[in-house]
């Protein structure tokens, strides 16, 4: 094997293209990974709020998640690197009738997935959520296996013990174009030089859909912004992440949700009701005043916080709000793990463990049933969106 020839090359050094360069490095594979930025973690797994959590409505997004949530929880144990592992569930607060009967509905689908969860009382969620307003509170739902990371020290953690593996990380390497022979993938062309591989792996977050024109094939995924924040650190009150899903009053707001990190600090997010369609990330004036409304009127004690720091990131976004994960048939040896929709961080682990197995092995980890609903070629028009988003 030749200095540029590789095993397997990832374009991307992300959420999913850093775990997928550490699994695929196990697998004693000489690993590349190519990507634009200046360092790994630089595009949008800094953008992520660090949630992990398996509470999803879609099976593979369950699967998936679990197994992300077994390798973040035990990486300190195994590597003695503190990645910011806080585990305190995530908790769903109630006050609508037909919220509980949408959340009821999925236990016995998440449970069937290996999700500990179950519906709890209101007294219950006054003690996860001290302060919670509980005026009209139903119960909700909690899963207390789930929790936070840190992205930026978890991307760190898997680029320093896949480097030991022996992976090179190329930066500021901007993909030009991919090398494809007689229907199979070849290599990689940068504006630095060419790399050689008959594995490719696709981890490019937004920029996706570009590098899979290279290869002929349209992949449906288009970004969209979303709006976080962090306040400064606060004496440990909150355990779980914390998910309202009712749509805001203010008709500017679909959910919102926030917990408290392993450093004290309070961090938020909202899903706007109308999306902002595009790769725009710069802050807008209207984020603060309509998260902090929504914040204050479900936990009131916050209305003193400090806030840091604001931040927008992007959710890059497939038609049916599933992610991509598959082989193309058109190009062998190139592979699609995108389309996260803004759940590349916490998916991120298991995506890797997947798409490892499916170029080792040729077949995924989890269910194959459950694997072939992420598929490429699916009708991405007759799925419905996830409940839980």
């Keep these: 094997m030749t200095r540029n020839s590789f095993d397997a090359i ?51 997004k369950i699967s998936l998640c679990l197994q992300s949530i077994d390798l973040f929880s035990k990486w300190e144990k195994k590597y003695g690197t ?3 592992w806080k585990r305190g569930g995530y908790c769903y607060p109630v006050y609508r009738e037909k919220d509980e009967e949408l959340l009821k509905g999925l236990l016995s689908t998440q449970k069937n997935y290996g999700l500990e969860i179950d519906w709890i009382p209101p007294d219950d969620i006054k003690g996860l959520i001290p302060g919670i307003n509980p005026d009209r509170l139903r119960g909700g739902t909690y ?41 199979r993938i070849e290599g990689v062309k940068t504006n630095n030089g060419t790399y050689y591989s008959d594995v490719v792996v696709n981890a490019a977050g937004s920029g996706a859909r570009d590098i ?10 288009v970004s969209n912004s979303h709006e976080a924040g962090i306040t400064s650190p606060v004496e440990q009150f909150l355990e779980p992440l914390v998910v309202d899903i009712r749509p805001g009053q203010d008709g500017k707001t679909d959910n919102f949700y926030f917990g408290q ?18 790769e725009k990330r710069s802050v807008t004036s209207e984020f603060m005043p309509v998260i902090s409304r929504r914040l204050i009127e ?16 992007l959710y890059p976004m497939t038609p049916d709000g599933i992610i991509i994960l598959d082989q193309v048939r058109e190009v062998r040896g190139f592979y699609l793990a995108v389309g996260m929709c803004g759940q590349g961080f916490m998916l991120g682990p298991g995506v890797a463990r997947n798409i490892t197995s499916l170029i080792i092995n040729g077949k995924p980890e989890i269910e194959q049933k459950v694997f072939d609903s992420l598929s490429f070629y699916r009708n991405f028009h007759s799925k419905r969106s996830e409940t839980l988003k």
């Excluded at 899979?212 to 995924?221: H, L, Y």
């Design 143 to 183: 899963a207390p296996g789930d929790g936070q990371v840190s992205p930026l020290l978890s991307s760190v953690a898997f680029w320093k013990e896949s480097g030991k593996m022996g992976a090179e990380f190329r930066f500021n390497e901007k993909v030009s174009g991919l090398i494809i022979e007689s229907g």
């Design 212 to 221: 899979g024109s290279m290869a002929g094939i349209d992949i449906p995924v």
């Design 261 to 278: 990190n392993d450093l004290g600090q309070i961090i938020f997010c909202y899903t706007p009701a109308e999306p902002f369609v595009g």
């Design 82 to 84: 503190d990645i910011g």
């Design 10 to 60: 990832i374009i991307g050094a992300g959420s999913v293209g850093c775990p997928t360069a550490y699994y695929l490095s196990l697998e004693d594979l000489r690993v590349l990974v190519l990507d634009s930025e200046h360092s790994q973690g630089q595009g949008q797994n800094k953008a992520a709020i660090g949630g992990v959590r398996a509470t999803h409505s879609d099976p593979a």
């Design 298 to 313: 479900l936990l009131p004690r916050l209305k003193n916080s400090m806030v840091r720091r604001v931040w927008r990131g």
